[in-house]
């Protein structure tokens, strides 16, 4: 099965009734009961109120044409996450300075590590240098867990002993990466829940201890969400967001029963880019976010 075979089966639910209420449009037109309908399947897919507005104002300006007003909605949704889209990580960091810095942050449980693994594997094969940093240093596999990934893509990895000072290994990643001549550096720390205040103020520390060795570093702080949880991950993002300055996503879990509309509903409130949608365990299901490709995914009807 391809990735985009994985992407569409991983939206199935939210395909189904969304593609379900579109037919009606083909059907009826524009009536009160489709509209209605056409909203609740898309707030059913968590694509947010504030974005739901912008669609369903775009739809019933169509005049009617069923075609057109699918047409129109789906061009709308397009247009929203267009903005979520950005030039590919490997053109940011080759036209950036090195080494380049990746922060990795999520909550707990998200895909975050197996997902910077994936993304050093990825940067290798387009001719980078990438360096890990396991500066989640308080969940107890957590290191083994990078080195084992960092085996199986070929990337070093730096790490310190459980229990160490995570900003202390993020110092250590650095002075390696300056001494080795690396590309670029990707920090996995440790998953937080973005409402614990003492554990996101350590996040800012490593976040400074980063710029102190590397100004205007971390080039990019990369935020990991998982794609089943519908608004909450809404919820990650805008606080995350505030706290540190998030400056892109990758959005995990598409192969289950996910609610990817949200990706809409972040794009719409906050315009952070979209890097990479995360649909499988395997290093090649890890893909760049596009918007066209993601819209088919979620709204067209189920494959034969």
């Known amino acids: 099965m391809g990735w985009i075979d994985r992407l569409q089966d991983g939206l199935e639910k939210t395909r189904r009734g969304v593609h379900r209420s579109l037919m009606q449009v083909m059907g009826r037109g524009l009536d009160?009961?489709?509209?209605?309908?056409?909203?609740?399947?898309?707030?059913?897919?968590?694509?947010?109120?504030?974005?739901?507005?912008?669609?369903?104002?775009?739809?019933?300006?169509?005049?009617?044409?069923?075609?057109?007003?699918?047409?129109?909605?789906?061009?709308?949704?397009?247009?929203?996450?267009a903005a979520a889209e950005s030039e590919s990580i490997e053109t940011l960091i080759r036209s950036g300075p090195t080494p380049f810095v990746i922060l990795a942050v999520g909550v707990n449980g998200v895909?975050?590590?197996?997902?910077?693994?994936?993304?050093?594997?990825?940067?290798?094969?387009?001719?980078?240098?990438?360096?890990?940093?396991?500066?989640?240093?308080?969940?107890?596999?957590?290191?083994?867990?990078?080195?084992?990934?960092?085996?199986?893509?070929?990337?070093?990895?730096?790490?310190?002993?459980q229990g160490a000072d995570p900003s202390a290994v993020v110092f250590d990643g650095l002075t390696a990466a300056k001494a080795r001549g690396v590309d670029v550096v990707l920090i996995d720390t440790a998953g937080r829940l973005h409402t614990k205040v003492n554990l996101m103020d350590e996040l800012k520390k490593m976040k400074r201890v980063v710029n102190r060795e590397l100004p205007g570093a971390p080039h990019e702080v990369l935020l990991t969400l998982d794609g089943t949880i519908g608004q909450n991950a809404l919820a990650q993002a805008r606080q995350f967001h505030e706290s540190i300055g998030v400056t892109g996503l990758a959005l995990t879990k598409l192969d289950g029963t996910a609610k990817g509309g949200v990706v809409v509903a972040i794009a719409e409130e906050l315009a952070i880019p979209v890097r990479f949608l995360g649909v499988g365990e395997r290093e090649e299901d890890l893909q760049e976010f596009r918007a066209r490709e993601f819209v088919e995914a979620l709204v067209e009807g189920p494959r034969s």
Do not use: C, N, Y
Request: without cysteine.
């Open 32 to 81: 009160p009961e489709v509209l209605e309908d056409v909203e609740a399947s898309l707030l059913g897919a968590d694509v947010g109120v504030r974005a739901v507005d912008r669609l369903m104002e775009r739809l019933r300006a169509t005049g009617g044409d069923p075609r057109k007003s699918i047409h129109e909605l789906k061009q709308a949704m397009v247009e929203i996450l």
């Open 111 to 161: 895909g975050k590590t197996t997902s910077v693994a994936k993304l050093a594997g990825r940067l290798r094969k387009q001719g980078l240098t990438p360096l890990l940093v396991a500066a989640d240093t308080f969940r107890a596999a957590a290191v083994e867990q990078l080195e084992t990934w960092g085996k199986r893509v070929g990337v070093d990895v730096i790490k310190h002993r």
